[in-house]
């Protein structure tokens, strides 16, 4: 729960979805960023497509929270 300064209003922390369209230079890059912030307060799932499964088994070992598909409709 996170609080306002002056407390009118309580916000529920909910898990975001995060979705990724791409894994070359950027698309890889902002991936690799985002699943190593340690943001304790921002719950998120990872996911990442694009269609060379080399650059996504590469995204994946680096780091294996990262959900990886070839297909955008996943």
Do not use: W
Request: one cysteine or more; glycine letters at 6%; aromatic letters at 6%.
């Amino acid at each position: 729960m996170y609080f306002c300064r002056d407390k009118s209003y309580i916000m529920e922390s909910k898990q975001i979805q995060i979705s990724i369209i791409g894994a070359g230079n950027m698309g890889g890059a902002i991936a690799q960023s985002i699943a190593s912030s340690q943001n304790q307060k921002l719950a998120f799932k990872l996911s990442v497509s694009d269609i060379n499964t080399a650059i996504l088994s590469a995204l994946k070992t680096s780091n294996p929270s990262i959900s990886t598909s070839t297909s955008n409709l996943e």
